[in-house]
Every structure is written in C-alpha cells, then in structure tokens.
C-alpha cells in the first residue's frame, strides 16, 4: 500500500486548529455545549468584592461578609450570591433570581438590564414597594440566557456590572 503526502499550506492547518482544537479539548458533548462555552468565555463578567454590608435593622442579625457588586462610594450593593456557588447560577426561568441590594436609604431602587450579546427583551424587576431602610429585595427575570449589562441607580448614584445567565435548567 502506497499513501502519498497531502500539502497543506500553514495558513490552512492554523485555521484548522483555531476551529477544532477548542471544540476536541474542551469535552463538551455537542456543538452547541461548546458554542455557550465560548460564549461565556468571552462575556466580560464583572467580578464582585467580598465585603461586609452596612448594618440595617431589615437584615436580621449581624452584617456577614459575601460577594457584592458595589459602585464607588459604596452607596449601592447588589448581593452577588452567585459567584462562587456552580450549584446556583443566575438562570433565565420564570422563577427568576431573588437578589438583595442596599442603597441610600428609602430611596427608590430602579433597576434595568440589557442583553450585550445577542437580541433579547430587556430583564424584567421586580423591586417591592416600602423598604425604608437601606436594605431592598428584588426579583430579576432574565428572558434570555447570555451576557447581561445590569444598571442599578437610586437617590443620584449608579451601579453596573455584567453578568452570565445561564439557561433555564
């Protein structure tokens, strides 16, 4: 048996590496595990600060230290429980992602989110009513797995930061 040699220019064989190679070493199961995988890879995920929030008489207990995304003057907290748990992600379900916040006190939290990567309605928040002291819950819906920009603001100031959603499960 004769095999004969097939020329294949450097160009050619760099860009057969840059398609394969991140697909045969990554172990996802399919194209598409692969695909979100990229894509999270490259959603530019803010990365939150571990502090301590402010005492507040509607948060039972001691201020314990976690995860928050804060803005400058440390007016607006958003509590990031997500960010070391791969048990509990953010998700785009109809249950939504229950997230806590401080700002300045009683005033009022408005709260949006756009999809970065791709087309999707905007979130969806539901922020109760009536929080009078810095402490407020929200509900975020997220209609779309992907990368989302979120902009907190109240009393004047503002936060953002970026997060990943992941499918509903």
């Known amino acids: 048996m004769v095999f004969k040699s097939i020329s294949v220019s450097p160009a050619l064989r760099s860009l057969m590496l840059v398609i394969l190679l991140p697909f045969m070493a990554s172990g996802c199961a399919s194209f598409q595990e692969w695909r ?46 997500w960010w ?4 509990y992600p953010l998700r785009s379900d109809e249950q939504g992602n229950k997230v806590g916040w401080f700002r300045p006190e009683g005033a009022e939290l408005n709260i949006e989110g756009q999809r970065i990567d791709g087309e999707s309605p905007p979130l969806i928040a539901d922020i ?17 797995e992907g990368c989302w920009e979120i902009t907190a603001s109240a009393a004047g ?13």
């Open 84 to 87: 070391d748990n791969e048990d």
């Open 157 to 169: 100031s503002e936060l953002s930061f970026t997060v990943w959603v992941e499918p509903a499960p």
């Open 36 to 81: 979100a995988a990229r894509a999270a890879a490259a959603c530019q995920v803010s990365e939150p600060e571990w502090l301590t929030p402010p005492e507040d008489s509607a948060v039972q207990g001691e201020p314990v230290a976690d995860y928050y995304y804060a803005n400058e003057d440390g007016s607006i907290l958003a509590g990031a429980w």
């Open 128 to 144: 109760p009513c009536c929080y009078p002291t810095r402490f407020q819950s929200s509900g975020l819906y997220f209609p779309s």
